[in-house]
Each structure stands twice: as C-alpha cells, then as structure tokens.
C-alpha cells in the first residue's frame, strides 16, 4: 500500500499545484504539504503503523483538495475527489469510507470519535503552534477577502484568533499536548501583547485626532524654535563683541599708564598731555559703553496669582521667578501647562523681548565702535600735530634769553 500514498501524494500536488485559484492564499499545496508533515510527526509520536498510517497518509493529502471545486461543504467534495481516485486504483470500499471518515473529521468544530480521528484533528491544526502562525493567519484572513466571503479587520481578526485558541480549540493526541501545547501558548502571548500594543496606539492616534485641530503645526513650532535660537546667537555674539572692545581698551589703557603717564613729569614733554589725555578719555568712553552693552537688567524675579491668571507674567524668563518659591512656581507652570494659548503667549513675549534687549546691545555697540575709531584717529591725528609742532626738538630751537 505504501504506493498508493506515493501515488495519492502525485495526484495531490498535480492538482493543488496547478489548479487551485490564486485566491486562495491558505488552503493551498503548502498547507496540505505542512498537515502531510504534521502527521507523519503525529503518527511517530503515537506509534502508529501499517493500515491507520496509510489511511491518515492518504487523507492528509486528499483533505482540501475539495477546494479545486468550492469553497463550500468542501470536505465533502475532497471525500467525493478521493473515493474516485482509490476507486480507480482498485482499493477496497472499507479503506475508502475510512479515509473519507477521516476527511470529514476536518470540519469546523468536529468532535473526534477516535484516534485516527484525533490525529487527524491535530495534523489540521498543527499551524496554531508554530512560530509563523500569526503570518498564516493573516494568509487565511487575506484569503476570505478576496473570495468575498469575509472583510475582517486585523484588530477583529486577531481577538478571533485569541478566542479560537483559547476557547474552542484543543489538542486531543498526548503527543501534541506535549511537545505543541507550549509553542500554542506562546502565540496565544503574541497575539495579546499585539493586542495591547494595537490599544496603545489607537488610543494614541485618537488623542491625535482629538487634539490635532489643537495642535499648532509643525511649521508654527519650527518657527518658534529656530527664533529663539537665532536670538540666543545674535545676543552671544554681542556680548563677543562688546568683550573683544573691553579687552583692547584695557589693554591700550594700560600700556598708556605704564609708557605715557610716566613721562608727563618732565617739562620737555608737555605736549604729549593732550594727545594722551584724548586716548585715554576715549578708550574709558568705549570701555564705558562696552560694560553698559552687556549689562544685565535687574528685574523684580517675583509675579502674583493674578498675574498668572491674567496671563500677564512670562515664567520662560528666569528674571520673573527667581525670588518665587519652588511650590508657587510649579503651580504657575501647571496653570501655563492648562492653556496652549499662553505657552505660546509666553513664547512670543520672549522672542519680543529677546529683541529689544538685542536691539539695546547693537544700539550700544554700534556707537561703542563709533567712539573707538574716532578716539583712535583722533588721538592719532593729536599725536602727529603735538609731536610735529611742539615736540621736543622745536623745545631746543627756541632762542635763548640773555641778559
């Protein structure tokens, strides 16, 4: 008998290989050929042996083959293919009406009678614990769909497969209790962390769609932040700059003390008091404004309840909270927190005043350099006309008076 399996196995996978319609994603030749393999693991496991293998063999294989006809009351059409097919290779009646038997045992919610039956049951249903089963399932959900016997969405179509599993589903054979059950659980655990997961995200993209006419766009929030950010680097390089004037000064007045003062004490170089005195007074002028640039403004550091219920305090800035205790300006925080309108208040009065502070910094800077450049042509310009015209060596050429 061992070649009417090879010759059922042949009959089979011709006709699942070439004449099933592409629609049918699941009951295919790989789901027959995965339940052929699961019985034949079945059939070790249980010890099973001459005539109950050949008939589990032959009716593993003839299973769906019903589906070449419809895809309703299939298994009668596979009984009906396989009867016709042992038929004609001669093989007696009773072999034939126990493998139909067999078939027939693959109904939806068929109750085994025996063990060849409850091997076949298993065999059937092997795919619930394997690793690829979750993308089996989806095959099989696909499949419904395009034969316009089912719409299922994944969220319904997995809280399905959880009850299937976990309800009307169960491995009959001691084999499978044994070494499938476990693999069966652990997809029973996919499938509901998939399903807490898939919660998660709906309620996340129903907070989304909820507040989305709330949220400002993406665009409004890329302006705010690159502002602020251009602000902050335009005030940083104010303050360079103002850094850069207060060095040089220092440095000129410095060398100014240490060279020039000392030699105002002789008489013979009197003319150089003007010109060092012009010097000197500009680079403290400059130095002056430099410091006056990057002053910080003293502000109070403390608001009230009204101010925040009015909207009135801006509590990005640390000047209007820095005298506040860490309690009062954690509830200012949750009330600005409540209202989006006054986060984004509060973020236009920094940019406001991030500006005006800016244009007091340019405003003072301009003028600081202004100063310098005069004060150093200027005092260059005294230097050259005090040492031409009154220098030391005109000293010399005045007349001597005699009596």
Known sequence: MDSIIAKTEAFVTDKLGSGIDGKYLYHNLRHTERVVKSAKELMEGEELHGKDREKLMVAAWFHDVGYLKSNEDHESHSCQMARDFLTSESCDEAFIDEVCVLILATKMNYEPKNHLEEIMRDADSSHFAKKSFIQTSELLREELKRLGLRNSSV????DENIHLLRVKHRFYTDFAKEYWQSEKDKNIRRLVKAKKKSKKLIKKESLKAKFKGQIPDRGVQTLYRVTLRNHIKLSDIADTKANILLSVNAIIISLALANLIPKLDNPRNDYLIYPTFIFI?????????????????????????????????????????????LEKYQWAIKEVIKDQDYIYSSLTKDLYYLGIVLERKYRLLRWTYTVFMVGMI????????????????RVLDLPVMTQ
């Open 378 to 393: 200027l005092s260059v310009i005294v230097f050259a006309i005090a040492l031409k015209y009154y220098g030391p060596d």
């Open 281 to 325: 007074f500009f680079s403290i002028i400059s130095m002056i404004m430099s410091i006056l640039a990057t002053k910080p403004n003293v502000t109070s550091g403390e608001f009230t309840d009204e101010d925040v219920r009015t909207k009135k305090v801006n509590l990005l800035f640390f000047g209007n909270f820095h005298k506040m205790k």
């Open 155 to 158: 969220e319904d179509w997995r």
